[in-house]
C-alpha cells in the first residue's frame, strides 16, 4: 500500500504545482509537508485521499472506500525554524513507533533526503529551500 501512497502523491503534487518537501508513511497514519497555494489544498486532499480509498477498496475488497478520517490537519509553517521543527518530528516518527533505530531507515519517509545518504526515499522532495 505504500507504494500507492507514494504513486498518489507524486500525481496530485504534479496536477496541483505542488512541491513535497517531506513525508513519512506509517502503518495507520501519514504526514505530510506542501508548500502549494493554500486554495489548492482541499483539493489535492480529496483527490489523493479518493484514489488511495478506491485502490484499497479494490486491493483489499472492502465494500466501502472510506478509510480516512473525514478532517486532515493544515497547519502553516511561516519560518524555517518551524519547518525543521516539523521536519523532524515528522522524520521521527517511525523510530518513536518503535520501528527503527534510526530515522533515515524508513524507507517510506524522505529522513534519507535530509539525513545524508547516498539516495533519497521513495518520493523525490523539494530541498532547495535549505
Known sequence: MYGALADSLLYCA???DTLIIGY?????HIHVILYLDGEGLASFMRDFKK??????AKDLGLE?????????DRVVITS???LLTKLKYVHDNP?????????????WSSASDYLGRSYGGMVPVFRDWV
Open 14 to 16: 504534479r496536477k496541483y
Open 24 to 28: 513519512v508513511f506509517m502503518p495507520s
Open 51 to 56: 484514489y488511495i480509498s478506491q485502490k484499497a
Open 64 to 72: 466501502s472506500p472510506s478509510i480516512w478520517m473525514p478532517r486532515y
Open 80 to 82: 524555517e525554524n518551524a
Open 95 to 107: 523510530v518513536k513507533a518503535n520501528l527503527i533505530d534510526t530515522p533515515e531507515k524508513w524507507e
